[in-house]
């Protein structure tokens, strides 16, 4: 069946350092692929997604590149700042549901 | 303002007890989902619901019962709750293929 495996955390990075969380998937057919992140208290927010190969998604400063040949949908930003600090759920949609990887927390210290 | 909207966000039961969780959305989305998210494990498919009158199982199902009698509502129902189920849990809702999905604040439920 689909899933998803993604880096383990904890990951602390000081400000303007360079994040990636590694995130690959196993999958049937052509899913697409998200990243959300989930703040304290909340629930989880769509932060990106690409929805077929070689798609790249983008949002305030993240991106991820959908790679078919490596199974893989990593996120990246250049230069992270305290306010990322949450916990970053990679996910992969099919046709009726997604399933999300355990989750990286990233602190980001000043 | 447009969203999903959970009721109770917080609850503690004795074993034993029953009780419903309500999602309610409000952006006409078909698909309705139900989650239960634990350290370290993510978040896990409990039912969900491709439109009104529609449930089915997802990844961990047992001890839950589900309805979508309206298509805003989808009602997550524990008969017999139990410590294995202190959880948050989250709602969540989306148009079909493709699009992300809209989520709930949670419900923080303990088991005693």
């Known amino acids: 069946g689909n899933s998803v495996t993604q880096m383990e955390g904890p990951v602390t990075l000081s400000e303007e350092a360079f994040l990636t969380i590694n995130c690959t998937y196993t999958?049937?057919?052509?899913?697409?692929l998200f990243w959300y992140v989930q703040y304290p208290g909340e629930g989880l927010q769509l932060l990106l997604k690409?929805?077929?190969?070689?798609d790249k998604g983008s949002n305030k400063g993240f991106e991820a590149t959908y790679r078919k040949e490596t199974t893989s949908f990593h996120l990246e930003k250049g230069s992270v700042q305290v306010s990322d600090s949450a916990v970053y759920f990679c996910a992969l949609g099919s046709n009726n549901d997604m399933r999300f990887g355990a989750g990286t927390r990233l602190t980001v210290k000043p | 303002n447009a969203g999903v909207t959970q009721t109770p966000k917080f609850r503690v039961l004795k074993t034993g007890q029953s009780m419903t969780l309500l999602c309610a959305q409000d952006?006409?989305?078909?698909?309705m989902y139900w989650y239960r998210q634990d350290p370290g494990m993510g978040l896990r498919l409990i039912h969900y619901s491709v439109g009104e009158g529609t449930t089915a199982k997802g990844e961990v199902p047992d001890g839950y019962n589900v309805s979508r009698l309206k298509k805003q509502n989808f009602l997550l129902g524990l008969e017999s709750a139990a410590p294995s189920q202190t959880s948050v849990y989250f709602c969540?809702?989306?148009?079909?293929?493709?699009?992300?999905?809209?989520f709930g604040s949670g419900t923080r439920l303990t088991v005693v």
């Open positions: 999958a049937t057919g052509y899913p697409s």
């Open positions: 969540a809702s989306r148009y079909p293929t493709g699009y992300g999905y809209t």
């Open positions: 690409a929805t077929k190969a070689d």
């Open positions: 952006m006409n989305h078909e698909y």
